[in-house]
């Protein structure tokens, strides 16, 4: 397991983004087991992906100095998952590029929380020196959607995630964009 990372953190209203801790890891191994958290993907994450995610997202932190920030509760100091940036791991017409996304616990879905993190999100990514992001997701998907929406991106089209199966429902994905 790689080591911990500065402490980086931004604030909302209700959360802060931050650096992740090893503590995190138990949690985010939870969510990502959750069906109802990974509806919109093709399965479920085994602990050993879920570990090898939380490397490469530090890894990613200590490479560019942004990445996907450990969301916690201002109110309690809970872990409920992240919104940040990540380095699209995949190709496709708009690859290579960043994308802003987010996951957080079921029991925080539907409150507004991932918009009012990824608003912070984007101003971070300006700071950065970034051009555009991106956001896509399953075209079922209607919940991450509609954060994309609110947060300003624009639909710029649909397309096939070459990592899916042809017959994988999820395969036809939606793309959104914004220019910072």
Known sequence: MEKEISTQYIETDRLILRSWKLEDLPLFIEM??????????PSILTAEQTESFYNRIQSEFERNGWGLYAVELKSTGIFIGYVGLHEIGFNAVFTPGVEIGWRLAADYHNQGLATEAAMEVLKLAKQKDLQRLYSFTAKQNAPSERVMQKIGMKKVGEFEHTNLSSDSPLRRHVLYQIDL
Do not use: T
């Open 32 to 41: 990502n087991k959750d069906a109802r958290v990974m509806r919109y993907f």
